[in-house]
């Protein structure tokens, strides 16, 4: 184990007493999983970088903004969060550096530091309990729901680049998935093919450049929404899509089966 690993050691043994490992990363670096955990139980890791000259980096490495994305919580264009993000440096002595919780300490202030960035990460974490406080008010709220009740791991308001412009999904599900998933609600016929061939054509696009993604079309046809959508329409997205859902049938079990299938 380097002299850096060893000093961590040292003070973690100091600040957790149990529950934690040190792991040699080579190259200076070291990493700590601490005792902390994570709404979904994951224990918070941190890294610790030698940049020499007595000089060191404590780092999330961006896993616990990652986490609240995946989560489904919105970290971009999402004001009062960034407002939060902005407090963390006066709460906690931490800034935010390309979307990681970082302090930059000498070795004297290491422990601290450590201290520091994994209760702020913590905190972050924390987040994602606020996720479902608004109201279910939309067709794409009710998906959301429905993708928490099956435990998928997701992004909201995803962007993708296509071959002739970007595309924007409403639900990325992570992972070896690899599912863009758009819900389709509409309270016209019209509306309802105007909303298919735009996702259609989205597909295509995105295809063309990205062939490694899949294509899910959550359809709602519950109740009277049944009469908007045509069945050459919803067989024409159930042949160029990877899985058409429809809300009418068991659409959480039909979810989760849907994005499981290869």
Request: charged share 30%; net charge negative; glycine share 6%.
């Amino acid at each position: 184990m380097t002299q850096l690993c060893e000093t961590i050691l040292r003070g973690a043994e100091e600040q957790f007493r149990e529950g934690f490992a040190v792991r040699d990363l080579g190259g200076g670096a070291c990493l700590l999983v601490t005792p902390y955990l994570r709404h979904d139980n994951d224990a918070i890791t941190l890294r610790v970088l030698d940049e020499g000259g007595g000089r060191y980096v404590v780092t999330d490495g961006g896993q616990s903004l990652d986490y609240l994305r995946m989560s489904g919580f919105t970290t971009r264009r999402n004001p009062p969060f960034q407002r939060f993000l902005r407090e963390l440096p006066t709460t906690f002595g931490v800034d935010v550096d390309r979307e990681e919780l970082v302090a930059e300490c000498d070795e004297d202030e290491l422990s601290v530091s450590i201290q520091s960035v994994a209760r702020a990460a913590l905190h972050v974490s924390y987040m994602v309990l606020r996720r479902r406080e608004r109201v279910v008010t939309s067709f794409a709220d009710r998906v959301e729901v429905a993708l928490i009740e099956i435990g998928a791991q997701y992004e909201s308001d995803y962007e993708v680049q296509g071959l002739t412009k970007p595309a924007h999904f409403a639900f990325f599900v992570n992972g070896d998935r690899n599912a863009l998933v758009q819900p389709l609600s509409a309270t016209s016929r019209g509306a309802a093919e105007n909303k298919a061939d735009r996702f259609l054509f989205k597909v295509f696009d995105v295809k063309e450049r990205s062939p490694d993604f899949r294509f899910i079309a959550v359809v709602d046809d519950f109740g009277a929404a049944a009469d908007l959508w045509s069945t050459e329409q919803l067989n024409s997205l159930a042949t160029y899509s990877d899985g058409l859902v429809r809300w009418s049938r068991n659409h959480t079990e039909e979810l989760s089966e849907t994005l499981e299938r290869r």
